[in-house]
């Protein structure tokens, strides 16, 4: 099937087959690998995506149903070389080790922080609460986002 | 979080180490610009499915891939019978009678567990390679699973390997000090009849993978992977598949997490081999989440029967006997190196001098179990400390008490125990006082959770991170074994424009060595950290490592750090000869690095920058003296201080660090359900000199989470039958974020006395954890707690 999908700004037009998964589109068809796969079930949030505004899991979601839609990812969110203030900010915190479940939770977080500039310790936790970090024990992805909110 | 530390480290100016500099590696990881296995494309690649057993124990009567070789798109397939002969059998680390199994990357006749790799299809598409392996047909004819370790040794038990004569897969007595001696002088000898420490692993986010070419021309693999261990991967795939390490070339970039689960995928990788060779392209291979649950390096599950202990009344313990059965899964992947490992810290924390463990290990009809971060040292730790709560509340003393009488002290260091393990350095009280510091007086909040209908516990765990393998220890399980030592490789040179690069053998999957190895460099060199370009992952090309080059066991401080200091040590004696020469013969003791380049101490206006030096020897050579013996790019291959083990005594030091930890956990239960909250959690750390404490302190909030995980939720469970009930995040369920309590940190600097840097090998911690749940929940239930895994249920059925 075709399907035309906005991209971090860029349209791409694609002819998929209507069973891929987004994330397989991201990764393998545009070749955005910064979306990651971790659990193949919705659990982990490794493949966070920001989709027509809202946060989604692209695992969770077939390439065709992208079509016509905007579709964010870490790949989007600096412009330019440097890192955004939350990409500084994890870094500044420790707030990653393997980095592989990093692309998603900024994508949690980026959601949360446009949704509330100044988020709680308590609304932090919940908006997190769909990605799995098995390297950090997520005390230090709390203190980065926090950070990054001020 | 709450940190506290004991004195204010202030580093002097331009010192590199002791800073908690940013990582080098975090900008690529943060833009989505990293390098993960599963990122890799090549033209023309197809994609690798396993089809798995849906049986525990089987017998395979044929295997049909015609149905599937038809399909569009099906590039070809490999079966057992194929593996069986274009393969030998894996070599066994076992001695008899574990070392006659034979192991080939795919079943061969046979499956011994759910989900053992039967038969792999190779397709355009993932979902077509997937899809075919439902076309292949393979018959079975069931037999008994054997799932309960206890049952393996009885006569009617269902039998694994025929080729071993039995499930027993190695057993071996160790025996230090005089037991008889210690047993008639007890005042008490407390009995603990069984306890057990179940069956986890660490989950990394990112499962098994590679991609694997097959260059004809020069029958050569390489081998894009996220294998962490791939020295160990060499040795037992080349001989398994008849050819020279050299044939194997073995690259990483990013590495999504590993925790010694990724050590045992050779046998994936000779598949993903044969058929790169098979089917001429490149092989694709990604693990799924519940492949990997299914198959992939479980931990050790381990029984403690029997257990007895000597005592006195005040609570000094004299030894302990016990009998150690380990479950090694259906395959010795990496085994029976698990019972051997453990006796790096056969005392845990304490002086103890008289202590027996019969240690057996069978296999059973489950996932082969292989490294997991804390590998066999975390079990006996558990054990070790299980024991001392055990006895404090058999003899109604403080837990605390008794630990601070027993504890190896600091005077005692190096402390070399009964089996002649030396302890570095380190001071546990120091560092239990610390921790109880930061938990702050209980008495109070027992009360108040008392008044609130809840049961509040205080648990103490006190664990050892024992680092730098000898891995001469191994020949104490198999004494024909030719392994002892331990090396790690390091290369750094200075280029034309004066770039400084390094590279490693290590094969990291977040431990940040880019940017530690760039601080040890910039202090030796004098310049900035900046300047200090680490190359990403590791490479078998780049001439940069050894036979036990990766990243495993506690040790790059110590194994990766310390060959980097001694590349970048002949870097700078090299520099300095140059200048000499260059500065007309001034003596080399006259100069000193700084500022990026090589100056006269007593005239820093006659400088020469690197970039002048790295022109000159590689570009602008003419008229240097002969004899002038610089290249500017240097080895360095770091070798730890040791000895072979005494054998026959099962005696000697078996790692050169130990790092410790002391946690303590502070939870509530509800006593009408057995939910219980940690509410309150304090984790020191104790691991020599810190290079960069924000990595160190990441390392210990890691394995203090994966301990949480571990105490109260993660399990692999098996039915009867041998199916596993927790083969994804649904049912497996690790740590999100609403799950992690309020966590205060604190730490020592005992610095080891034995290695370059004064480091100790660390991150694998995380066992005090696992047994600091398991005694706040003894303390508050009243009930002595006999399992590693306490879910509310279980804590229910306590109470009950």
Redesign the interface.
Known sequence: MDVAVTVNGTLYERDVEPRKLLIHFLRDDLDLTGSHIGCDTGNCGACSVIFDGKLVKSCMLLAVQANGSSVETVEGLSDGDEMTALQQSFSDHHALQCGYCTPGMLMSATALLRAKPSPTDDEIRKALQGNICRCTGYWNIFEAVKAAGR | ?TTIAPEKVIAPQKQWQGQ?V??K????????????V??I?RHGMGYLHFVRSPYAHAHITSIDVSKAEEIKGVYGTLTGEEVAALTDPFFQIASEPGGQIKDFALAVGKVRYVGEPVVAVVAD???LARDASELVEVEYEPLSALVDAREALKSDAPLLHDDAGGNLMWQGTYEWGDLDAAFAEADRVVKIEELHFHRFN??????DGALVEFNRGTAQWTIHTNNQFPGFAAIMMGPAMRCGLDKLRFVTQ??????GNKITSHPQLVVCCLLARKLNRPVQW?E???DFHMSMSHGNERWFQDTEVAVKADGTLLGFRTKALDDAGAWLRYEPLGGVIWAQVTPGMYRWRHIRVDFTQVATNKAPVSPNRGYSRMQHLWFTERVIDIVARELGLDPVDVRKRNYVRAEDMPYETPNGCIYDSGDYAQMLDIALELIGPVEERRADAKARGKLLGVGIGSTLDSGTNNFGQSRLINPELQFSGNNEVATVKLDIFGEIVVTLGTTP????HETTAAQVVADILGCSMDDVHVRAGHDSYWNSHAGFSGTYASQFAVTGLSAVKGATEMLAVEIKKLASVIFGGVPAEALELAEGGVRIKDNPEAFLPFMACGAIINANNAGLPEDLDVTLNCRYVYRPPFEVPDIERKFGNLTLTYAAQIHVAVIEIDPETGYYDIVDYAAVDDCGKRINP??V??QV??A???AIGAAMHETYEYDEDGNLLTP???DYH?????D?PP?RTGFIESPSPFTPLGTKGMGEGGGAGIHAVCAAVQDATGKIVTDSHNPYQRVWELLQ
């Open positions: 979080m908690s940013p990582r590696e975090d900008k690529r990881l943060t833009q989505g610009q990293g390098v993960f599963d990122d494309k598409t993932r979902e660490s989950t990394p986010l990112e499962c990013d590495i999504g997490g590993g925790f990604t799924w989440r519940t999957q977040g431990q940040g924000q990595i302190e990441g909030m890691g203090t989470a994966q994804n995040f649904y690790v740590p999100h974020a609403l992690m966590l």
